[in-house]
């Protein structure tokens, strides 16, 4: 979280222990199963690593700024400052692969394909990580991205959250990665979208103000707040066959009983 922190539960409904500490800023976590890796930022980025969520260990190494990372099923990608993606098949010894040039938010790999977005509404894609190419947006031109904040996947196809230069936030949608065009404008004023994940039949997207909105797919429907907490939204959490959850800064969950796998 915000204050360097990692938390671990076995229950999102109940106690989140405080497992590890750092003195940077962890924004993100994947798994590829057996293994956990956590990215983050400070004074240069952190990498940590663990095999259980509750022991964690630094990896060694001097790294850019870390904001996002995914797993292909073979390898960690994690990518951040400047945009330069960072390759490791166990989570400890990692190499410079390709670049997009501007920095990244968000990545995710889906049929084949890294989608990464960040600053200035850029999305990039590549289909092994090394070599990036520049994905496409249609949109009104009147009101500039500030940044894309985070990607999901699943089946084939794409969602992105970012926030505008004029406070609002938007969706956006892709079936194939590479094109891209808004699915939902606007969520409210003032509110920066931070993250989204698939639930269901919808997409729930977090952001400030500790709201989180569910979209259902196909969009039938419009966007609604599924709940409201105590925080800011950071990271928005699946757990099989349980709940989604999205957590927040100062260790905040919160749990959107309405939308519960069955």
Same mark, same amino acid.
């Given at each position: 979280d915000g204050d360097g922190k990692i938390? +671990?539960?076995?229950?999102?409904?109940g106690t989140w222990n405080l497992v590890f500490e750092s003195?940077?800023?962890?924004?993100?976590?994947?798994?590829?199963?057996?293994?956990?890796v956590a990215v983050g930022e400070g004074s240069g980025g952190i990498i940590c690593k663990s095999s259980n969520g509750a022991e964690w260990e630094t990896i060694n190494g001097t790294f850019p700024n870390f904001y996002a990372i995914c797993h292909d099923g073979k390898s960690f990608v994690a990518i951040g400052a400047g945009g330069t993606a960072?390759?490791?098949?166990?989570?400890?010894?990692?190499?410079?692969?390709?670049?997009?040039?501007?920095?990244?938010?968000?990545?995710?790999? =889906?049929?084949?394909?890294?989608?990464?977005?960040?600053?200035?509404?850029?999305?990039?894609?590549?289909?092994?990580?090394?070599?990036?190419?520049?994905?496409?947006?249609?949109? =009104?031109?009147?009101?500039?991205?500030?940044?894309?904040?985070?990607?999901? +996947?699943?089946?084939?196809?794409?969602?992105?959250?970012c926030y505008l230069s004029n406070g609002y936030g938007e969706i956006w949608k892709s079936n194939n990665g590479i094109d891209w065009s808004v699915?939902?404008?606007?969520?409210?004023?003032?509110?920066?979208?931070?993250?989204?994940?698939?639930?269901?039949?919808?997409?729930?997207? +977090?952001?400030?103000?500790g709201k989180t909105y569910y979209l259902e797919l196909p969009r039938s429907i419009s966007v609604e707040v599924a709940c409201e907490g105590l925080s800011d939204r950071?990271?928005?959490?699946?757990?099989?066959?349980?709940?989604?959850?999205?957590?927040?800064?100062?260790?905040?969950?919160?749990?959107?009983p309405k939308y519960q796998w069955r």
């Open positions: 938390y +671990s539960t076995t229950d999102p409904e003195g940077k800023i962890f924004n993100a976590v994947t798994t590829d199963g057996s293994v956990f960072w390759k490791s098949e166990d989570g400890t010894t990692w190499r410079v692969a390709g670049s997009t040039g501007f920095d990244c938010r968000g990545i995710s790999f =889906n049929s084949g394909k890294y989608i990464a977005g960040g600053a200035d509404g850029n999305i990039a894609y590549s289909y092994n990580g090394d070599t990036w190419y520049n994905g496409t947006v249609k949109r =009104n031109p009147a009101v500039d991205v500030s940044h894309i904040r985070a990607i999901a +996947s699943v089946y084939g196809e794409y969602y992105s959250v699915c939902y404008e606007p969520l409210a004023a003032n509110t920066r979208i931070w993250a989204v994940a698939f639930i269901g039949t919808g997409i729930l997207a +977090s952001g400030d103000n950071t990271a928005i959490y699946i757990q099989q066959d349980a709940a989604a959850g999205a957590h927040g800064d100062k260790g905040k969950d919160a749990i959107p």
